[in-house]
C-alpha cells in the first residue's frame, strides 16, 4: 500500500491500527474469548446422532460440519453390526455436505461388507440434500409414498 500523504508518519489508517493491536498483543493484552466452558457447553449441547435399541440410529436435528466428529464416532461404532442397521433421520432439519458425506460412507461401506442399512421417518431436508448433492442413488433412499 503507497503511503498516503494525509498521516503525519506516512502510513494508513488501517495499518495504523493494526500496529496499535500488535502493540497491545505485545503488551499482554489478551482479545476476549468465551470461557472455555462456555465454548465446551456449546460442543456438547448435542450430539450428531444416538444409538436406539433393536438395531436403529437416531440422526440429531443438526447433521453439520460441527457434529462430523460426533457422527463419524457413532456411525463407526455400529459399522460392523452384523444384523441390519436402520438410520432414523425423522429429526433431521439441517444437513450440509460433511454430514451428508459420512453418512454415504457408511452405507457406502456397510454394502461393500454385504451388510444392510435400512431408513426411518422423513425428512425434506434430509432428502432433498442427498438429491441436490446427488447421493440419493447410492444411500438407496425409498422412493416418497404418493
Do not use: Y
Not at 42 to 63: I, K
Request: hydrophobic share 40%; net charge positive.
Amino acid at each position: 500500500m503507497p503511503a498516503r500523504a494525509d498521516s503525519p508518519n506516512g502510513i494508513g489508517r488501517r495499518q495504523a491500527q493494526a500496529l496499535i493491536f500488535m502493540k497491545k498483543r505485545k503488551q499482554g493484552t489478551r482479545v476476549p474469548r468465551a470461557p472455555a466452558r462456555a465454548r465446551a457447553k456449546s460442543r456438547n449441547r448435542r450430539s450428531a446422532a444416538r444409538p436406539s435399541p433393536a438395531g436403529s440410529f437416531v440422526l440429531s436435528a443438526d447433521c453439520t460440519v460441527a457434529e462430523s466428529g460426533a457422527l463419524k464416532s457413532a456411525l463407526l461404532e455400529i459399522l460392523d453390526e452384523s444384523t441390519p442397521v436402520t438410520l432414523d433421520i425423522g429429526e433431521v432439519q439441517r444437513i450440509d455436505t460433511a454430514g451428508m458425506q459420512l453418512i454415504a460412507a457408511f452405507v457406502r461401506e456397510r454394502e461393500s461388507q454385504g451388510l444392510k442399512v435400512r431408513w426411518r421417518g422423513a425428512a425434506p431436508a434430509f432428502t432433498s440434500a442427498a438429491r441436490l448433492l446427488g447421493v440419493a442413488p447410492v444411500l438407496r433412499l425409498p422412493e416418497p409414498a404418493a
